[in-house]
């Protein structure tokens, strides 16, 4: 049995990830923008309900799947971020 993609976002997951291959573009929805209904389905069952924006093809159901943005390269992790109260003072500013 396939997750759903409120299964997928209590594992993490942040976006729904749809590639159009005749586009080859991919467009990341955030499953919170979703509808409840929609949520309650796993990503192969949304996929037919899908259309790409651009050329208005239907994705197949294999370029439906969940994401983390935390996965997409240089996004920056928690531990790289600078604090609140670290932002450096350039030398000879007034305080």
Do not use: F
């Not at 396939?2 to 586009?23: F, M, N, Q, W």
């Not at 955030?30 to 069952?45: G, K, N, V, Y």
């Amino acid at each position: 049995m396939t997750k759903s993609i409120a299964e997928h976002a209590e594992d993490g997951y942040t976006h729904i990830a749809v590639r159009c291959l005749p586009c080859r573009t991919t467009k990341c929805v955030p499953i919170r923008q979703l509808p409840a209904p929609a949520r309650a389905l796993s990503p192969q069952e949304l996929a037919p309900r899908l259309k790409c924006q651009d050329c208005g093809t239907r994705p197949e159901t294999a370029n439906v799947s969940p994401w983390r943005a935390s996965d997409a390269p240089g996004h920056p992790s928690r531990s790289s971020r600078p604090e609140a109260g670290s932002a450096s003072k350039k030398p000879g500013a007034a305080a």
